[in-house]
């Protein structure tokens, strides 16, 4: 037995495994009559790429979606102190950005952090949005880099 697929767009549909392509092409009835079959390297999966060698490279498994964790208000700090530098230096700068947050006349602002008060949880992309709202408030000094080393660095939930 050899394994048979048609080839459309550079791509192995439906390989099967027969003695011929003809046998492979009866397999699949009528609908069939105007697909061609070539014998392909055993293994070939269906959605193939074509190398145009006699080689097929078969389409990998998705990878899973990283699904962010929901984080507690104490887990959120100790991130943004971890990407602030570390320490002593993370945690004055957590403090003076919340300062800042607690000092802008930005209605926006001043409405998502009383959200950010009454939560007992956050995520990620509520936090990626309050986030951008400081880094446009001209009375924060929070930086786009801060604002990414926090949100690309957020956990997975487990």
């Known amino acids: 037995m050899t394994t048979y697929a048609r ?10 495994m027969a003695a011929s392509a003809v046998e492979a092409k009866g397999l699949f009835g009528p609908i ?9 390297p055993d293994g070939t999966k269906h959605g193939a ?14 990878e899973a979606a990283v699904v962010p964790a929901t984080l507690t208000k104490v887990q959120f700090q100790d991130l943004c102190v971890v990407q602030f530098g570390g320490d002593g230096a993370g945690r004055a700068r957590y403090v003076s950005v ?19 008060l009454a939560a ?3 995520e990620r992309d ?33």
């Open 120 to 122: 007992t949880a956050v």
């Open 98 to 116: 919340i300062n800042q947050i607690k000092t802008s006349t930005s209605a926006d602002t001043a409405f998502a952090y009383e959200r950010y």
């Open 32 to 40: 069939a009559d105007a697909w061609v079959f070539v014998e392909v």
């Open 7 to 16: 080839i459309e767009n550079g791509i192995a549909l439906d390989p099967v």
């Open 49 to 62: 790429l074509d190398n145009g060698d006699g080689t097929y490279t078969n389409p990998q498994p998705a």
């Open 126 to 158: 509520e936090t990626a949005v309050f986030l951008s709202l400081l880094v446009a408030d001209p009375e924060n000094d929070l930086t786009l880099a801060e604002r990414d080393a926090i949100i690309n660095n957020w956990p997975a939930e487990v």
